[in-house]
């Protein structure tokens, strides 16, 4: 009982804590894109709307989240006398909270935007006028893959350094180019050229699938790494 008691904690305290740096992401975000859209004509980039547009920039602060969430907070946990798998089980559910609620966010503004702008036409993976609602799901399970990946990279660097630390890097953007490829392949500017990347379609349920068990094998890669890794006291 105690352990899940640590858990839920450590669950609501991570959360509300990146609730807290949320909170500025997502206003300087929507600034931005009010400039943008009042001085690029581009018909376009006006169709898309705030809610692709938010998409990028929540994907980046959860990847650099992610990538901090060792070094920061295992180590304050531990000095608190909670297990490692008690942190790290609270920072997994943190994160699912985190990346579905900040993606839920962009989508009630862009619903508002919607309902005062009657020209959005958002085009994706999923071709023109999506549903919003799979949108949204789609978008929150790849958030939670950056922060993860973000994840497993500040873990690599944590226990072993940076030479191997380097490897861990390289095995993320891999990850991140397979679950890019699953989508819009947005990257496909620095991965195009990687064979097995190019020529094949994927389904969304295969997509959905596909980034869902690379979360879970990252996740499984992260849980291994922290689990007897020696917490830097200093």
Known sequence: MKSKNNIFKIAM?????????????????????????????????????????VYGPIKIFMLVVGIISVAGFLTFYVKQGIPRKDYFYGQAI???IV??????????????????VSDIHIESYLGQD?????????????????????WLIGAGFYRFGVLIGMAYIALAVLILSII???WAFELKDIFGKIHFLN??????????LGTF???LFVLWINRITLKKVAVKMK
């Open 13 to 53: 305290d991570l959360s509300w804590l990146k609730f807290t740096w949320a909170l500025w992401v997502i206003p300087i975000v929507f600034i931005v894109y009010t400039i943008l859209r009042s001085i690029n004509g581009e018909e376009k980039f006006i169709q898309q709307g705030f809610f692709p547009f």
């Open 94 to 96: 943190s994160a699912v």
């Open 99 to 116: 990346s579905f609620s900040m993606m839920l966010v962009g989508l009630i503004i862009a619903l508002v935007e919607k309902g005062f």
């Open 130 to 150: 999506p549903s919003w609602l799979l949108l949204f799901f789609i978008y929150s399970l790849n958030v939670l893959g950056y922060f993860v990946v973000g």
């Open 180 to 182: 890019d490829r699953f």
């Open 199 to 208: 020529g094949i379609e994927f389904s969304v349920a295969i997509s959905f």
């Open 213 to 215: 068990l690379l979360i």
